[in-house]
């Protein structure tokens, strides 16, 4: 039973180059989310897919997309990566909405230089 | 007043003593409430959610005080294991799709 699964673990991005962070669950869920964490900062919600088709901005959209691709999976894409970008991405799903809770994805180190 | 707050810490405690965290939530509507525990470079995972009436998972103890608008959690006989960041989480509503963290308060357990 693998949960939450996101790839890479690791990445070193030069200023300004693109990439797109992945994420899968087989657990069924409805919603998915993207969070960021940052030391002091807590872990901050850059985007989310309540249900397949439907995306929504979070706290801290600026500078990524995401896409639904289908129930399963939800990606992030940084277009053009900034220092500022420079975090550790978790990825979450939750059955649905309401009282439940979300489970986790391993996360990914991204460091922008 | 940020959504929910908790004490930073860090706590740094002997084996064997009790600890006790407390978070507090802005929303008074907020219907659901968990305790999350963070290791070092890990993910998030849950270590329980709390019920209106408190509930109690071997050494651990979490209650609600809707009133007052705070959640705890009790650790008893803390064991070097227990070392992480604990992480409070609130559901601001039944029909919402966000869930709100704290910053998390960090417990390091000494031998």
């Known amino acids: 039973n693998a949960g939450v699964t996101q790839t890479p673990k690791f990445q070193v991005l030069k200023t300004g180059q693109s990439m797109t962070l992945q994420c899968a669950q087989d657990?069924?869920?409805?919603?998915m989310y993207w969070y960021r964490q940052d030391p002091g900062m807590g872990l901050r919600l850059i985007y989310y897919s309540a249900s397949e088709g439907t995306t929504d901005k979070g706290e801290v959209p600026n500078g990524y997309n995401v896409s639904r691709l289908n129930k399963r999976e939800f990606s992030l894409r940084l277009e053009s990566a900034a220092p500022s970008q420079t975090s550790v991405y978790f990825c979450?799903?939750?059955?649905?909405?309401?009282?439940?809770?979300?489970?986790f994805g391993q996360g990914t180190r991204l460091t922008v230089v | 007043r940020k959504e929910v707050e908790q004490d930073p810490g860090p706590f740094n405690v002997p084996e064997g003593a009790t600890v006790a965290f407390n978070c507090t939530y802005s929303?008074?509507?907020?219907?659901?409430f968990f305790w999350y525990r963070q290791d070092c470079r890990k993910e998030p995972k849950l270590l329980m959610s709390v019920y209106s009436s408190g509930n109690e998972d071997g050494r651990f103890t979490a209650q609600l005080n809707r009133a007052s608008q705070y959640i705890s959690l009790l650790i008893r006989d803390s064991k070097l294991s227990d070392s992480a960041t604990y992480l409070c989480v609130v559901n601001p509503g039944a029909g919402s799709y966000q869930l709100t963290f704290g910053k998390g308060t960090k417990l390091s357990v000494i031998p």
């Open positions: 929303n008074s509507a907020s219907q659901s």
């Open positions: 979450a799903s939750r059955p649905r909405q309401g009282n439940t809770e979300a489970f």
């Open positions: 657990m069924n869920h409805n919603s």
